[in-house]
Nanobody
Framework: QVQLVESGGGVVQAGGSLSLSCAASGRTFTNSAMGWFRQAPGKEREIVAQ????????HYADSVKGRFTISRDNAKNTVYLQMNSLKPEDTAVYYCALATGGRGHAYDFWGQGTQVTVSS
């Protein structure tokens, strides 16, 4: 089993920045991909960003391209999401997830989520 714990959420004004972290513990999987998702009230969960095991391949939702950066430190079993130029529409619960099969595979494990609120 894998446990994922997000941290770093909070309240920020529009235009500000936040950095999220997600620490994995328990069993680790070589070649796993990791991703950040978000879910706003009344909306479906959507992918924000994904990163391959090596960190060499990343993918971003169009809505966050150029503003968010995903990275990972496999030695620390941690994935990060740097969020800049935040907008009120970025307000959501942010979840990290791990795909044991790697990029392109289903996400098997999920964190509990961390709230990000962007005020206008």
């Amino acid at each position: 089993q894998v446990q994922l714990v997000e941290s770093g959420g909070g309240v920020v004004q529009a235009g500000g920045s936040l950095s999220l972290s997600c620490a994995a513990s328990g069993r680790t999987f070589t070649n796993s991909a990791m991703g950040w998702f978000r879910q706003a009230p009344g909306k479906e969960r959507e992918i924000v960003a994904q990163i391959s095991w090596s960190g060499g391949t990343t993918h971003y939702a169009d809505s966050v391209k150029g503003r968010f950066t995903i990275s990972r430190d496999n030695a620390k079993n941690t994935v990060y999401l740097q969020m800049n130029s935040l907008k009120p529409e970025d307000t959501a619960v942010y979840y990290c997830a791990l795909a044991t099969g790697g990029r392109g595979h289903a996400y098997d494990f999920w964190g509990q989520g961390t709230q990000v609120t962007v005020s206008s």
